[in-house]
């Protein structure tokens, strides 16, 4: 069972949550992770408690919008500790040229968001054929 807290505890607590003080940093409210793994680009966002309803993802031109949201309870409750935030949430990346957003994928599970965006077809390394030229081959042949 959870102990009510020192009311100036719970102040302090969120003194540094909305000033950004104090010795430990908050997490961002949609944490990321992303990496390059061969031709595509993976994009992970810890998300709990949302719903996947309201996940929205938008993609204009180059910038990729994610939006959420996580409601506030309603109805009759008392908080004992009411740390995670509720509301609207939403992050935006401006992605480079060498991505296919028209192939973008998404999956939600266990509260993690995974993006798997592919590396455009233009942006892959490619081999250039070198050919040669009728005069270069008539030197070789006399």
Known sequence: MLMRTDPFRE??????????????SRPAVMPMDAWREGDVFRLEFDLPGIAADTLDIDVERN???IRAE???RN???EPLAAERPTG????QLVLGDNIDLDR???????GVLRL?????ERAKPRKIEVTRSNRDERALSS
Not at 88 to 91: Q, V
């Open 11 to 24: 102040f302090d607590r969120l003194a540094q949550q909305l000033l950004g003080t104090g010795t430990t």
């Open 63 to 65: 910038v990729l919008t």
């Open 70 to 72: 996580r409601p506030a």
């Open 75 to 77: 109805g009759d409750w």
């Open 88 to 91: 609207l949430f939403s992050r």
């Open 104 to 110: 973008l994928e998404a999956h939600y599970e266990d």
């Open 116 to 120: 798997t965006v592919p590396v455009a």
